[in-house]
């Protein structure tokens, strides 16, 4: 009989705050963090510092790697680090609204434009990716960078600007606070920075690259713009190359003629003023249209990460490498003209001038540092990795100045040490005001460990030993440690057992979240703590060559204090780094550095066996509850399972890809779970020999692994900082099965890098995926039983008997197989729609277009019916039109299609018209004459 296990699957995560791998986002109330947690986003309250909810799609495995949120706040797309893109609002935590998939690494720049109904993405594969949020497909990819890219902003037209400035009552002084009027312009220009130096500007209506700026001598990191009330309109831009801050004067007039004045490059000939990667001819320096306009000076001399303006634009805020956030000051026009007088004053007083009428003195232009001035600089608890600026709340006034009552404005900053930090801006300096730390270690997880109950989970790492809430994932207890290197719980759950580094035993009351006190037990890293079965003492494993025996003990004069009394000690010939005890503690079993373990009688401490046959030392090891097997896995990546009555190796399994850290049986039975620097968790059967599954889900090396009594969950920590809970169902596992399961995927994956292979160099948007795939295949299963069933229908009317619809139809109540196709297309889901029809052969093509033409003709769903149809044309326009058996359908679609679409026109024209006149009732009806 086949043997049956039962299947782990992921459960809870918790200790991550803010990972490291992308940018933190404020939503639009500036109360919420919307924060990267490897795989999930969470959506942090900073002032309670609690998780307001979590985005999580199952079926991701991606790590997050961009954040970007429109501007009116109600929707957040998230990159990955897989090249998709999910699309994901504040209701939604386990269904993504829609998702993208059409980059081949991962995405590392996302902007909305200012209506939202756009997306554009930046990847690590150097091209830009335009989205239709609406119509949840991919509009156009543009390509021209040659690495990576890090930031992309949405420009209006110089026409838009410029009418949007003649309709407003602009008062100068105090133009930075009308920033707002031009917020809701569309978009005509994406700007683009890359890792390759250069900053491109597009033309949205053509998709053409119509300027490059070539003047930076380092990679480009950071890119924000604001604009300048001049005539003709104008733009500044920042950015972030190097050590500077790079200030580039765009003229939006210049940039809309730029298409009227040169001609982009085809691809069949290349004229000797274009350049060789597609973008328009270069202008010359008086009429391009951006124009780099000088260095703005920033005290920290590392990179910025982040450029962020404030809601009106009157500040700037620059968050760099280290722990440094500065903040700068927008001047008005008139501001700034002062200053540049006050500078051409002191030139002529100081006799600067070559003549006697200064005119040398009038060469003194205005710089960056006359438009934009330091004016504080905020350090943060950490290095600063991503910032944002807090929008107003909702109802908040506006004006900005010092007249303004309070702080001006609010930014936050996710820091590298796994924490959220918000700073307010006033007049007269920055303050911290919240922080989120509580919730996760500042660096990686070392060890973990579980109270008897299972309720508790300790987890210690650097400089910090955390308790939590193993139901909840909250953080009850949080205690400053040393470098911690083991843990373990006290019998009783009131106190904590901590190992350091530098050798000293540190024991933790839970209740009073104290240490109460700090024994200076060994003279090396004390790499290991197990305790005695009879729960009266525990065994210590350290560094310096010995293994220590201790009691538990209270004193009674300072209040029954829980102390530890050393009671003997095992001296041996190399440095110890993992100890045990068998359940009925009979037998110690310590490793060595040598690549060894030795096995001594726990009561004489005799040596018993010696275990030898690792190359590489043991890091681990564990002993089954019926005292009859040990598991030892090493840094030669393989386990061993020996027998505990005379020492012999009974199997020796290559386990892992990397060392391997941890090693634990389930209670009452041979089964194993180990972890490892490769990532991953593995469950073995040692009766058999076999690996159960294989559980993947850390991002980084697993260093600490801890189960439940009986394996009803088990708990593992890791460098990526997170814990994870992986819970035991009742579904049962079969060894076959997964072994086919694990084939299939690996299948896949080969069949998603060819076809996406094959795909290089196309124009298409869209990417093979796994769900694509399928899709496709149910739309060749729809078509061949339409295929079928019309040919049975068309029997069936010449021989005059009853026809029987096919048992599918009838199960899905489908009246014809026509009306089953469209069900089937409809079921996709929207964008994967066109990858899916990629992967119909072209022989099917002729009948999915008489298909389509019987749907134009009814009007059936003609959204889906017309994308459908397009795509195809365009994706086989060459085989459609040199086959002439095809010319009849389509002369029907053309007349079909046609139709249908003026009787929608005529629909929409009607609505759109009764709208206007509902809207002209309103606004008379709302009108008093005083």
């Not at 994932?473 to 843990?487: A, D, H, P, Q, W």
């Not at 009131?494 to 979240?513: D, E, M, N, R």
């Amino acid at each position: 009989m086949v043997k049956a296990y039962l299947r782990y699957v992921p459960g809870r995560t918790f200790g991550v705050v803010a990972s490291t791998g992308a940018n933190l986002v404020a939503d639009v109330t500036g109360r919420l963090a919307i924060a990267p947690a490897l795989q999930d986003v969470i959506v942090w309250d900073c002032k309670k510092a609690e998780p307001v909810t979590t985005w999580r799609d199952d079926e991701n495995k991606a790590e997050v790697t961009c954040i970007a949120r429109t501007r009116q706040g109600n929707h957040f797309a998230v990159g990955y680090n897989d090249g998709s893109i999910r699309v994901w609002t504040m209701r939604s935590s386990t269904t993504p609204q829609v998702i993208f998939r059409g980059h081949k690494g991962a995405v590392t720049a996302l902007a909305f434009d200012p209506a939202g109904t756009t997306l554009a993405s930046g990847s690590a594969d150097t091209e830009i990716v335009l989205w239709d949020i609406v119509g949840e497909a991919g509009k156009a990819r543009l390509k021209g960078h040659k690495d990576q890219i890090t930031s992309l902003v949405f420009v209006p037209s110089g026409a838009a600007l410029q009418q949007r400035a003649e309709s407003l009552d602009v008062d100068r002084k105090h133009d930075r606070q009308l920033h707002r009027h031009l917020a809701d312009l569309p978009p005509a220009h994406l700007l683009s920075a890359s890792k390759d130096t250069t900053v491109k500007a597009w033309d949205l209506a053509t998709n053409a690259c119509v300027e490059t700026v070539v003047t930076h001598r380092s990679e480009v990191w950071a890119m924000a713009v604001t604009h300048m009330w001049q005539d003709p309109p104008e733009m500044l831009t920042l950015v972030s190359a190097g050590e500077e801050i790079k200030v580039h004067k765009v003229n939006a007039v210049h940039l809309d003629q730029i298409l009227s004045t040169t001609t982009t490059v085809t691809t069949d000939a290349q004229p000797p003023s274009s350049s060789a990667d597609g973008d328009v001819a270069m202008l010359d320096e008086p009429t391009r249209a951006i124009t780099f306009h000088g260095d703005l000076k920033k005290v920290s001399s590392q990179r910025a990460v982040s450029l962020r303006f404030s809601a009106c634009h009157r500040y700037l805020v620059a968050a760099c490498v280290d722990t440094q956030v500065q903040v700068f000051k927008v001047l008005s026009p008139d501001e700034a003209s002062s200053k540049l007088a006050r500078r051409r004053k002191r030139r002529r007083e100081k006799g600067a001038a070559a003549t006697a009428d200064g005119a040398a003195a009038e060469d003194v232009v205005l710089t960056p540092a006359d438009e934009i001035s330091a004016v504080f600089v905020a350090l943060a608890g950490a290095k600063v990795r991503s910032l944002d600026v807090c929008p107003p709340p909702p109802g908040a006034p506006t004006v900005v100045g010092k007249g303004k009552k309070g702080p001006q404005f609010h930014f936050m900053a996710s820091l590298a040490n796994n924490s959220i930090e918000t700073f307010a801006v006033s007049d007269e300096a920055v303050q911290k005001q919240h922080a989120v730390e509580m919730p996760g270690h500042r660096g990686d997880i070392r060890a973990v460990t579980l109270s008897q109950d299972d309720e508790l989970a300790a987890s210690a790492g650097t400089n910090l030993v955390k308790v939590w809430n193993v139901r909840t994932g909250t953080c009850i207890r949080s205690m400053e440690s040393g470098y911690s290197l083991s843990v373990a719980f006290v019998p009783g759950g009131k106190y904590l057992l901590v190992g350091t580094k530098s050798g000293q035993l540190q024991i933790f009351s839970i209740a009073t979240s104290s240490l109460v006190e700090t024994i200076d037990a060994h003279e090396g890293a004390i790499w290991s703590i197990y305790l005695t079965p009879d729960k009266t003492g525990f065994v210590t494993g350290s560094a310096d060559k010995q293994v220590k025996f201790w009691d538990f003990a209270l004193i009674k004069e300072e209040g029954n204090r829980l102390t530890a009394i050393h009671t003997r000690t095992l001296k041996l010939s190399d440095e110890v780094l993992s100890v045990v005890i068998s359940p009925n503690q009979q037998l110690l079993a310590v490793s060595l550095l040598d690549a060894t373990v030795k096995v001594f009688h726990y009561d004489s401490l005799k040596f018993s066996l010696s275990l030898y046959g690792h190359k590489l030392p043991v890091l681990c090891m564990d002993i089954s509850s019926d005292n009859t097997l040990i598991v030892t896995g090493s840094a030669d990546k393989n386990l061993k399972v020996w027998g505990l009555d005379f020492g012999d190796c009974h199997r020796s399994l290559f386990a892992h890809s990397d060392s391997i850290m941890a090693v634990k049986f389930v209670w009452g039975t041979h089964y194993v779970f180990s972890c490892s620097k490769d990532r991953s968790i593995k469950y073995w059967d040692m009766d058999k020999f076999e690996n159960i599954t294989t559980l993947q889900g850390h991002l980084s090396e697993v260093w600490a692994l801890a189960v439940a009594k009986h394996g009803s969950f088990i708990l593992s920590g890791s460098h990526d900082r997170s814990l994870r809970v992986w819970e035991k169902t009742d579904e049962q596992l079969f060894l076959v099965e997964e072994r086919e399961r694990e084939m299939d995927e690996a299948a896949d994956e080969t069949l998603l890098e060819a076809a996406n292979d094959a795909a290089d160099g196309a124009d298409d948007v869209a990417q093979a995926t796994a769900e694509s795939l399928k899709a496709g295949e149910r739309i060749l299963e729809a078509l061949e039983l339409a295929k079928d069933e019309r040919e049975r229908i068309a029997e069936h009317k010449l021989s005059g008997e009853p026809f029987t619809p096919n048992i599918i139809l009838q199960a899905m109540n489908m009246p014809d197989p026509e009306t089953y196709v469209l069900s089937t297309i409809e079921k996709i889901r929207s964008a994967d729609l066109e990858a899916a029809l990629l992967v119909i052969p072209f022989s099917w093509i002729p009948l999915l277009l008489e298909l389509a033409n019987h749907w134009a003709e009814r009007e059936w769903n003609l959204a889906v019916t017309c994308r459908v149809l397009f795509f195809l044309l365009k994706v086989h326009h060459h085989q459609i039109t040199a086959s002439r058996a095809l010319r009849p359908s389509l002369v029907n679609l053309q007349a079909h299609v046609h139709k249908a679409l003026e009787r929608q026109r005529d629909v929409i024209g009607r609505n759109m018209a009764a709208f206007r006149y509902l809207k002209r009732e309103k606004e008379l009806l709302s009108t008093t004459t005083f």
